[in-house]
Structures are given as structure tokens and as C-alpha cells.
């Protein structure tokens, strides 16, 4: 069974940082492309971040770019997020995904339903 479970979510004051982690299992990742979207209460899902299969192409969404930064290591089928300056707008259940064949780019205008896999997702609280 194909599971992507996150984790490292937590309250945070602002200003403050946090490492979310996905981990995947029950099959490798390693060829898929990996990457977070968020969903803030009372608002559509947002796109976030995507990394290639690879780990050399990054993608960000513009309201956290230079605050975020997505990675992966292949060796333990996980991808990270480390969210630094974080701000009481990026509270927000942040959801990881994979996807075998979309090219990154495309994530910026999808969901992580659109995507091959999806976890439950991580809550993020950040006070003001």
C-alpha cells in the first residue's frame, strides 16, 4: 500500500521556522517528481513547492519564495520543506504529494488531488 505521511507540523510564533517531512512508502519515489501544497481554513488549496526527481529543478510559488525550501533524499523516500520566516498567513494544513509523469512546472496550477499520491496532510499554526 502507497502511503505519503508528513510530519513536523506544530505552533510557531512568527518569524520562527519549521521542517516538515513526507515520507513515502510501499513503493520508491525516486523517479517521481515530489512536492507540497498547502490549504488554509476557508480558502482553496494552494500550490506551494515541487522538486524533480532528481533534486536539481525547484519550483516555488512567489509568496514563499526565499522564505522556503524544498529537498529530497531519494535514499530514504522522503522530501522536506523548511519554512523559515514564517508568518501567521502561512498557517494552513500543507499536504505532500508525487507524480510520475507531470513536469514540475505544471504543478503551479494544480492540486495534490491531481496528483498520483497525496498524503493527510500536517497543520501548520503560526501566531501573530
Known amino acids: 500500500q502507497v502511503q505519503l505521511v508528513e510530519s513536523g507540523g506544530g505552533l510557531v510564533q512568527a518569524g520562527g521556522s519549521l521542517r516538515l517531512s513526507c515520507a513515502a512508502s510501499?513503493?520508491?519515489?525516486?523517479?517521481?517528481?515530489m512536492g507540497w501544497f498547502r490549504q488554509a481554513p476557508g480558502k482553496e488549496q494552494e500550490f506551494v513547492a515541487v522538486?524533480?526527481?532528481?533534486?536539481?529543478?525547484?519550483y516555488y510559488v512567489d509568496f514563499v519564495k526565499g522564505r522556503f525550501t524544498i529537498s529530497r533524499d531519494n535514499a530514504k523516500n522522503s522530501v522536506y520543506l523548511q519554512m523559515n520566516s514564517l508568518k501567521p498567513e502561512d498557517t494552513a494544513v500543507y499536504y505532500c504529494?508525487?507524480?510520475?509523469?507531470?513536469?514540475?512546472?505544471?504543478?503551479?496550477?494544480?492540486?495534490?488531488?491531481?496528483?498520483?499520491?497525496w498524503g493527510k496532510g500536517t497543520l501548520v499554526t503560526v501566531s501573530s
Open positions: 510501499g513503493r520508491t519515489f525516486s523517479s517521481y517528481a
Open positions: 522538486i524533480s526527481w532528481s533534486g536539481d529543478r525547484t
Open positions: 504529494a508525487a507524480d510520475l509523469n507531470r513536469p514540475p512546472t505544471s504543478w503551479l496550477t494544480m492540486n495534490y488531488s491531481d496528483m498520483d499520491y
